[in-house]
T-cell receptor, first 110, second 118 residues
């Protein structure tokens, strides 16, 4: 039973545009993480935001967290064809298992 | 090793057959996780080890699923009497010891084993 909901389920944009993905969760968290998965591959960690943080940046990635609304967003700026992948948010409540959302499938067209 | 290694990459099993999936975590990583990922879905937690101790097996869907990590390194996920609904990608992840003030519980994933039960 997955706790996270992500939207949109699929997103198609042109190279150079920004992509925004949203994630909602249900319970209290220690931190929230975003992972990327290329087709047929494992997940790769992108960025982590702690429950007491509201915004975090890493390169072309910007993550926001609103614990009052139990939601997070991932913004990828100036997207590239190589950003084409599935993106998952994952919540960590106590340093053990991660609870993943259903994912957003991003397609960036050259 | 350079990353988390899983074998086999692909496994085709006849219904009722037993299968064993192997995970080699990153050297020094004390925590090891197994997840099940159905097509088009996010990974779902199965079980978690800290060294050789299985601390959480709440995600194992039935008693046909069994995981072990006897020496605190390599782990095996065993599925007995496989059913068609067991068809999925099984992902293994490992993470280094948690440390105060540092990044917490970032998990490093293997490429997975794709299990198809016919």
């Amino acid at each position: 039973s997955q706790q996270g909901e992500e939207d949109p389920q699929a997103l198609s944009i042109q190279e150079g545009e920004n992509a925004t993905m949203n994630c909602s969760y249900k319970t209290s968290i220690n931190n929230l993480q975003w992972y990327r998965q290329n087709s047929g591959r494992g997940l790769v960690h992108l960025i982590l935001i702690r429950s007491n943080e509201r915004e975090k940046h890493s390169g072309r990635l910007r993550v926001t967290l609103d614990t009052s609304k139990k939601s997070s967003s991932l913004l990828i700026t100036a997207s590239r064809a190589a950003d084409t992948a599935s993106y998952f948010c994952a919540t960590d409540a106590w340093g053990g298992k991660l609870i993943f959302g259903q994912g957003t499938e991003l397609s960036v067209k050259p | 090793g350079a990353g988390v290694s899983q074998s086999p990459r692909y496994k085709v099993a006849k219904r009722g057959q037993d299968v064993a999936l192997r995970c080699d975590p990153i050297s020094g990583h004390v925590s090891l996780f197994w997840y099940q990922q159905a097509l088009g879905q996010g990974p779902e937690f199965l079980t978690y080890f800290q060294n050789e101790a299985q601390l959480d097996k709440s995600g194992l869907p039935s008693d046909r699923f069994f995981a072990e990590r006897p020496e605190g390194s390599v782990s095996t996920l065993k599925i007995q009497r496989t059913q068609q609904e067991d068809s999925a990608v099984y992902l293994c992840a490992s993470s280094p010891p948690l440390r105060e003030g540092g990044a917490k519980n970032i998990q490093y994933f293997g490429a997975g084993t794709r299990l198809s039960v016919l």
